[in-house]
T-cell receptor, first 116, second 111 residues
Framework: GAGVSQSPSNKVTEKGKDVELRCDPI?????LYWYRQRLGQGLEFLIY????????KSGLPSDRFSAERTGESVSTLTIQRTQQEDSAVYLC??????????????FGPGTRLTVL | DQQVKQNSPSLSVQEGRISILNCDYT??????FLWYKKYPAEGPTFLIS?????DKNEDGRFTVFLNKSAKHLSLHIVPSQPGDSAVYFC??????????FGSGTKLNVKP
C-alpha cells in the first residue's frame, strides 16, 4: 500500500504570508505526528494526533502554528505570518495504533519550506 | 537545548568493516530509544529500537547498545555495505508522545 505522502514537496513563500502543508497518513493509522527539521539540527516534535482524542500540541513553537486532522485521515499544518526562522523541512509521520512509544512511526518525505 | 546529541556529523567506513554511530542524551527519564535511517529526498525509516530495561538489541547486521549510566547509545553495523550509506538519526522517547531526535550522522560506506 501507499506510504505517508506530503504536499507540496517544496514551498517558497514571502515573509508574512500564511502557508498550509498537507499530510496523508497510511490508511488505518490512527496516530499522526508533525516534526520540523531545521538545517543542521534534529527533528523537533510539533504536534501529535491520536484518533479522536484532543491533540498534544506541546511542541508547537508559537501561536502562529496550528494543525488539524479530521478523524483518522489527512492532516494540515498551518503557519500564519511566516518568518524566516520558520524555514525548515516539515515531516509528518503516522503509526498503526497507539501502543505508546514502542510503535513504529512511518515518515513522509517532508515539505521543504523556504521563507524569503 | 538539545537533549539528544550526535556529535559526529559524518563517518566514512570501508565496505565489510564495522560502522559505529554514537549518540548521547541528557534526560535520564528517557525510556525508549530508536535509530532511523534516511536516504536523500525520503523520510526517515525505522531501523532498530531498544527499551531502557535492556542494554543490547540485535537485528541482523544491526546492534544497538545502551549504556544508561553514561547516557550513551550506539549503533553497530557489521559488516557495513555500500547500501548502508545514509544519514542515521538516533531518537529518544519520554514522556510519550514526545520524541527527541539527534541531528544525524552521515555514513559513507566505501566499496
Amino acid at each position: 500500500g501507499a506510504g505517508v505522502s506530503q504536499s507540496p514537496s517544496n514551498k517558497v513563500t514571502e515573509k508574512g504570508k500564511d502557508v498550509e502543508l498537507r499530510c496523508d497518513p497510511i490508511s488505518g493509522h490512527t496516530a499522526l505526528y508533525w516534526y520540523r527539521q531545521r538545517l543542521g539540527q534534529g527533528l523537533e516534535f510539533l504536534i501529535y494526533f491520536q484518533g479522536n482524542s484532543a491533540p498534544d500540541k506541546s511542541g508547537l513553537p508559537s501561536d502562529r502554528f496550528s494543525a488539524e486532522r479530521t478523524g483518522e485521515s489527512v492532516s494540515t499544518l498551518t503557519i500564519q505570518r511566516t518568518q524566516q526562522e520558520d524555514s525548515a523541512v516539515y515531516l509528518c509521520a503516522s503509526s498503526h495504533r497507539d501502543y505508546g512509544h514502542s510503535n513504529t512511526q512511518y515518515f513522509g518525505p517532508g515539505t521543504r519550506l523556504t521563507v524569503l | 537545548d538539545q537533549q539528544v546529541k550526535q556529535n559526529s556529523p559524518s563517518l566514512s567506513v570501508q565496505e565489510g568493516r564495522i560502522s559505529i554511530l554514537n549518540c548521547d542524551y541528557t534526560n535520564s527519564m528517557f525510556d525508549y530509544f530508536l535509530w532511523y535511517k534516511k536516504y536523500p529526498a525520503e523520510g526517515p525509516t525505522f531501523l532498530i529500537s531498544i527499551s531502557s530495561i535492556k542494554d543490547k538489541n540485535e537485528d541482523g547486521r544491526f546492534t544497538v547498545f545502551l549504556n544508561k549510566s553514561a547516557k550513551h547509545l550506539s549503533l553497530h553495523i557489521v559488516p557495513s555495505q555500500p547500501g548502508d550509506s545514509a544519514v542515521y538519526f538516533c531518537a529518544a522517547s519520554g514522556p510519550f508522545p514526545q520524541f527527541y531526535f539527534g541531528s544525524g550522522t552521515k555514513l559513507n560506506v566505501k566499496p
